[in-house]
């Protein structure tokens, strides 16, 4: 039976039917080399649309008016109170908006358009709570034993220009997260959003201008991030990075970073460990691992791909979760409401999870469901089934590396112990799951992890008041909650002579 689509919304393909500019100082413009760049649809390689190349130059002009905004533009005079009006207004807007930034998304990174919606909630979400912090951001006064009359205080100033660069799995939703806490502290923006799916920063573009933000507060340059991404890190006048992406590409922005003693923080690659003991309430454990790997397509960086199951229960576990897998993760174009997964975000990225799968299989894991997609009706697109391996030990590459795609490694483990060592043999420390019914089990478990996102009884949770990071290889620094005010903000210690 062929496939019904929903229908690509009237506003998302009148945006895609112009090719696209970028957003700088306030103005829609070309690269300034001329070139240009295709953006295709994940899912039958058709292109649609073309955006700016922009480099070095574009990069610098970018950030000139961005410094511009930030120290003379009417910016700075701006109150905290109009800072989260323009933060709400913003907010508004995506949500009116809602279905053609989805349908954007779907198009631009392939996530089915009920999560693609989802990301956009959470990105109004997001805008809305740091609207709130706007108005919040204090200082402190300090009670000083120096001898004489004297009064220490403390202020938050916004650190400058802040540059922002991030990856396709999630590009919206990122996209914000590098504008909202930067923008309710009071710092400018330079966005450098992933090259393959540019279409909802710049779509944002337009209603950041609408929402009445002032000329050159917020920059949206596409462009390679090996030109663009890599110009914008080094750049002597960007007082921070804030960095969602690989933890190959995070070192390399370190480097680039000390050039200016600049500002990181750094949101990278996971391998994280979802951990269900044989108590655990199964039903909802087996829905929770998958959840946790094939969400997304498993492009996730908190993806639970590493998964140790208490071994009185795994073999009957691992055949459950493929089971599981095969009836409810029905892949998909992400129009198709029936689909519970879209494509791999490119040929490239479909290549590397397969060969990771083979990989697993010659070093003696057993593929129990999935493995590829080989039906004619996704022959265009860069579909890979959600896949399950068993007899994986924790020292084969297919458990250490992260894979960034629809494929979970069971291993079983015999006891508490044991499975906290397990778990943390990895560079990785982003997130982790536990099912269990035991209370103490759980908590001490979640102690016992090096990882700094950890669901108990159910996975992929975020908030925008909770903070969000890694330990180890995975990241340095928090989005989200005070912490990321923090972040954003310097604190300047002021001393007063009374007498
Ligand atoms: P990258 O880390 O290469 O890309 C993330 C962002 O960084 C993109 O905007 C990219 O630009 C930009 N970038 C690339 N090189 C530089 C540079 N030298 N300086 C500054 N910015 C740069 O990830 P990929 O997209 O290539 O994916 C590769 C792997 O990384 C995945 O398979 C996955 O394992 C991991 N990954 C992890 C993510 C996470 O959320 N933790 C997110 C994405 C990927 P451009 O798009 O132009 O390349």
């Given at each position: 039976m062929p496939t019904t689509l929903v229908p690509v919304s009237k506003n998302a393909a009148k945006f895609i039917s112009t090719p696209k500019k970028m957003l700088i100082n306030g103005e829609w413009v070309e690269a300034a080399s001329g070139e240009r760049k295709e953006t295709r649809n994940p899912a039958t390689g058709e292109v649609l649309t073309?955006?700016?190349?922009?480099?070095?130059?574009?990069?610098?002009?970018?950030?000139?008016?961005?410094?511009?905004?930030?120290?003379?533009?009417?910016?700075p005079k701006i109150k905290p109170n109009e800072r989260a009006k323009l933060l709400l207004n913003l907010a508004d807007l995506m949500e009116e908006n809602c279905e053609e930034l989805s349908h954007l998304e779907t198009l631009d990174n392939g996530g089915p358009i009920g999560v693609t919606a989802a990301f956009v909630d959470l990105s109004v979400n997001n805008l809305r709570y740091f609207a709130?912090?706007?108005?919040?951001?204090?200082?402190?006064?300090?009670p000083v034993s120096n001898p004489g009359n004297v009064f220490n205080y403390t202020r938050r100033e916004p650190l400058g220009v802040i540059g922002g660069?991030?990856?396709?799995?999630?590009?919206?939703?990122?996209a914000i997260l590098k504008l909202s806490a930067p923008l309710a502290t009071g710092n400018t923006v330079v966005l450098n959003p992933a090259s393959l799916t540019p279409l909802t920063a710049l779509r944002l573009g337009e209603l950041v201008q609408e929402a009445g933000f002032p000329d050159g507060v917020v920059n949206i340059v596409t462009g390679s991030g090996s030109k663009a991404g890599a110009r914008?890190?080094?750049?002597?006048?960007?007082?921070?990075?804030t960095f969602t992406g690989s933890t190959a590409v995070g070192k390399q922005i370190i480097q680039a970073s000390a050039g200016n003693v600049k500002k990181v923080s750094l949101e990278l690659g996971g391998k994280s460990a979802h951990i269900i003991f044989a108590d655990a309430n199964y039903e909802q454990a087996l829905e929770n691992a998958a959840n946790a790997v094939f969400f997304n397509s498993g492009q996730a960086c908190?993806?639970?791909?590493?998964?140790?199951?208490?071994?009185?229960?795994?073999?009957?576990?691992?055949?459950d979760l493929a089971d599981y897998a095969e009836k409810n993760f029905t892949i998909g174009n992400g129009f198709d409401q029936s689909a519970m997964m879209g494509p791999l975000i490119s040929a490239k990225q479909k290549d590397q999870v397969l060969g990771y799968i083979d990989i697993g299989q010659k070093e003696g894991g057993e593929v129990l469901f999935g493995g590829d997609a080989t039906e004619s009706e996704f022959a265009n697109g860069h579909f890979v089934k959600p896949t399950v391996l068993a007899n994986i030990t924790n020292d084969m590459t297919i458990a250490r590396e992260e894979i960034f795609g629809p494929v979970v490694s069971?291993?079983?483990?015999k006891d508490i112990d044991e499975v906290i060592k397990l778990a943390n043999q990895s560079i990785y420390g982003l997130g982790g799951g536990i099912s269990t019914t035991n209370l103490s089990k759980a908590h001490r478990v979640a102690h016992g992890l090096r990882t700094g996102n950890i669901w108990i009884n159910t996975y992929n949770l975020l908030d925008p008041a909770t903070p969000y990071g890694g330990f180890k290889q995975s990241g340095l620094g928090r989005e989200n909650g005070k912490t990321a005010i923090d972040m954003l903000t310097e604190e300047k210690s002021i001393w007063v002579n009374l007498d």
């Open positions: 073309t955006f700016p190349e922009g480099g070095v130059e574009d990069i610098d002009r970018a950030v000139a008016s961005a410094r511009k905004a930030f120290e003379e533009g009417p910016w709130g912090w706007a108005t919040k951001v204090t200082g402190e006064t300090i660069i991030t990856p396709w799995n999630g590009p919206l939703y990122m914008l890190s080094e750049h002597p006048d960007v007082d921070k990075i908190i993806a639970g791909s590493r998964l140790f199951v208490e071994n009185k229960i795994y073999d009957q576990f691992m055949s069971g291993m079983p483990f």
